[in-house]
């Protein structure tokens, strides 16, 4: 295992192409110190390269920051990837259950299949909450959005899906002055019953491959709203991820792949 110019152990990991770097509690900077840190490990082109920095404890304790180095509740695919990096350490196999405890609760994720360093979950990710259509205007024009919480802020525009879309709806309602602490925006289009197609503007990252939480709310948009299924296939630029809403809450399921341990030098 190589070190960082602290010492700190660091795995990469991603899942679906949203990527993240993993180290010890105990090893990371507190504070404002974190904060700093989680930037300059997630610089593409000068530290690791990562979406987020995830600072984990051995009990499954996370604690998650955005690339530019702000605060997130959860990540399903962040989750993801703590759990096969814990599974690899514990030796777990298929049939083993592990919790993520996070802010936004703990997170039961069950160990489906091993193949090489990819380990594929399904993940209990609770109940939506404040689920509700509105209209919210951006640069006057009135945009017709679902907003509700997976764990952590969602904002989500079905309708057509396009980089153009993205980089000028989507941008701007990630930082709209009705979500004060921002919020992960995804256009969402509802192909068919059981499939829905997204993209993602991730609050304090930008675009992202593929994201967990908007994967379970782009599903649950679409399907209180645009008469999807209650399992769907939500496929975004990194893959397709399944996503159930029971009576039990959501569930996702997809998978994480270990990159490597090391550091910078």
């Known amino acids: 295992m190589i070190t960082d110019k602290s010492g700190a152990q660091l795995v990469k990991a991603h899942a679906y192409g949203n990527d993240f770097v993993l180290m010890p509690a105990d090893q990371a900077a507190a504070g404002a110190g974190r904060a700093a840190l989680a930037r300059a490990l997630c610089a593409r082109h000068t530290g690791v390269g990562a979406d987020g920095l995830i600072v984990y404890a051995a009990d499954g304790r996370m604690d998650l920051l955005n690339a530019d180095g702000s605060y997130s509740e959860v990540s399903g695919n962040g989750v993801r990837c703590l759990a096969a990096w814990l599974a690899r350490e514990r030796g777990l196999r298929a049939g083993a259950s592990i919790d993520i405890t996070t802010d936004a609760g703990v997170k039961r994720l069950a160990l489906l299949s091993v193949d090489g360093a990819r380990y594929t979950f399904r993940a ?116 397709t991820q399944r996503v159930e809403w029971t009576g039990d809450g959501i569930f996702l399921t997809g998978w994480a792949e270990l990159v490597f341990t090391g550091a910078r030098l």
């Open 124 to 239: 209990a990710m609770g109940q939506p909450e404040e689920l509700q259509k509105r209209t919210i205007e951006v640069d006057g024009i009135p945009v017709e959005a679902i907003t509700l919480r997976v764990g952590n802020p969602q904002c989500v525009v079905l309708g057509p899906v396009t980089q153009e879309r993205l980089h000028t709806i989507a941008a701007k309602l990630a930082v709209h002055r009705v979500f004060p602490q921002g919020s992960n925006v995804e256009l969402a289009a509802l192909e068919a019953p059981d499939r829905v197609r997204i993209l993602i503007w991730e609050r304090g990252v930008g675009p992202t491959e593929a994201s967990g939480t908007g994967a379970c709310a782009s599903a649950v948009a679409a399907i209180a709203y645009g008469g999807a299924s209650r399992d769907v296939q939500v496929t975004a630029p990194g893959g």
